[in-house]
């Protein structure tokens, strides 16, 4: 399969200003350049895509994304912007101004500002899994480096184990039975648009996986990840590439 066969494809960057834990972190430098207009010059990176949007409710990062030659075609509810609403409800809102104003879409694929390490590689590598695969949802992920079926549940100074069945078994593949797990990144989301908007959901199933390593795999919501991410990248500049 060829990227033909995505049909129009519209790459959506999710840029609220408002972040509880970190404020105004979409357009924070990260070594000189926004984590904004990263993400940007990742999607822009992509010859077979047909639009890039940015949706969000601010000026100032409206502003941002300009700095790119990305235009805001709109700009998105405040009530988007504030929990509950979360990333699925800005997309579906971004598709269903799109249909109102005469353009429909058939893939589209959402890339977080917040994950500065992903390449453009990396995207192109999740559409050839989802073009291999033939999904209608792919997302990225991480390998889990401590897996949770080792948890142990503290309950007034006493530890039992949450899956004792496990007990001991998580420290090593060769043991079939300990289920391989990961955790989604954040970095790259696709989606087949008829089946988003039928399901309201990206987390629907089947849900086929791109693995990036775990060093590719920052996604930045506090600011120890912030400073955590720039430590890496001072010590290893080819993950800011």
């Not at 699925?88 to 971004?94: K, N």
Request: charged share 25%; glycine share 4%; proline share 6%.
């Amino acid at each position: 399969m060829t990227h033909q066969s995505l049909g129009k494809i519209l790459v959506l960057i999710p840029a609220k200003a408002g972040s509880v834990r970190l404020p105004r972190k979409n357009i924070r430098k990260f070594l000189g350049v926004s984590l904004l207009g990263r993400a940007i010059k990742r999607a822009q990176n992509l010859s077979f895509i047909d639009r890039i949007c940015v949706s969000t409710e601010d000026d100032e990062v409206a502003d941002e994304a300009r700095k790119f030659n990305v235009d805001i075609p709109f700009m998105r509810p405040e009530v988007l912007s504030k929990d509950p609403a979360g990333v699925v409800e800005v997309a579906l809102h971004a598709l269903e101004w799109f249909e109102l104003h005469g353009e429909d879409f058939d893939t589209l694929i959402i890339l977080l500002p917040t994950s500065p390490f992903c390449k453009s590689s990396h995207i192109e590598g999740a559409v050839d899994v989802y073009l291999k695969t033939g999904a209608k949802f792919l997302m990225s992920v991480s390998r889990e480096v401590h897996s949770p079926f080792s948890s142990l549940i503290l309950d007034d100074g006493w530890l039992t184990p949450l899956h004792p069945e496990y007990l001991n078994q998580t420290g090593s593949r060769s043991n079939a039975l300990v289920p391989l797990l990961a955790r989604c990144n954040g970095a790259i989301t696709i989606c087949n648009v008829e089946e988003f908007k039928k399901t309201k959901n990206y987390y629907s199933y089947p849900l086929a996986a791109y693995e990036m390593p775990l060093e590719r795999s920052i996604d930045i919501d506090t600011e120890l990840e912030f400073q955590f991410a720039e430590f890496l990248a001072e010590r290893n500049p080819s993950l800011a590439d």
